[in-house]
């Protein structure tokens, strides 16, 4: 598996408050993402970056925000938790190849809003 | 924006039988398909890709084709086993990728 490592691997939390989740790598790949995965759903874009600072919006950026200060991290942020945002959060990065990104995900979190 | 359709959702083989995904995308942009394999509670693995000025790629039993004048693309799996148990994506873009909803493929011994 590539350098990526997501913390944290599980939390619970409660509506309305707020939660950070960090994407880490190793492997100085310029593109991070960020999908949700739900059953029925697939993976969905909610956020990604092209680099320290440049980010841009995915199919599915309502309630979430990312910030990227450094190359080898990466984080999302629900600003205030609802039930609805109970899902898998998966991080990827790739870097260009011959004009083809090949993204490769880290092992994800399990994130529950009660 | 891109819209990838997949099929079948769910898809049961005998073991060394053929297995067939297919995938429709929307945006003539896209120049990368890959396909990635997920087991239960593990990380979307890529297993085979697809790059807009190739038709079909071999990876010993996977194989992918692409017909862009269609816009879709198909994963072969031939002499299933088992292991090959898990449910497959498909995904089509180019830096950022769209994915189908995936297909549940389940090979009985």
């Known amino acids: 598996d590539a350098g990526i490592t997501q913390s944290p691997r599980h939390k619970v939390t409660e509506t309305g408050t707020p939660v950070t989740l960090r994407c880490h790598q190793t492997e100085n790949h310029r593109y991070m993402y960020w999908y949700r995965q739900d059953p029925g759903h697939g993976l969905r874009l909610i956020h990604y970056s092209y680099g320290v600072k440049d980010t841009d919006k995915g199919e599915v950026s309502d309630g979430y925000s990312v910030s990227r200060s450094k190359t080898e991290d990466f984080l999302l942020t629900l600003e205030s938790a609802t039930s609805s945002q109970t899902s898998v959060y998966f991080c990827?990065?790739?870097?260009?190849?011959?004009?083809?990104?090949?993204?490769?995900f880290g092992p994800g979190t399990r994130l529950t809003v009660t | 924006g891109e819209n990838v359709e997949q099929h079948p959702s769910t898809l049961s083989v005998q073991e060394g039988d053929s297995a067939v995904i297919k995938c429709t995308y929307s945006d003539s942009a896209s120049n990368y398909f890959p396909w990635y394999k997920q087991e239960l509670g593990k990380r979307p693995q890529l297993i085979i890709d697809?790059?807009?000025?190739?038709g079909e790629k071999k990876d010993q039993r996977i194989a992918v084709t692409l017909n862009k004048t269609a816009k879709h693309f198909s994963l072969h799996i031939t002499e299933t086993q088992p292991e090959d148990s898990a449910v497959y994506f498909c995904a089509a873009g180019y830096s950022t990728l769209t994915f189908g909803k995936g297909t549940m493929l389940l090979v009985s011994p």
């Open positions: 697809i790059r807009s000025n190739v």
């Open positions: 990827a990065i790739s870097e260009s190849r011959d004009r083809v990104y090949e993204q490769y």
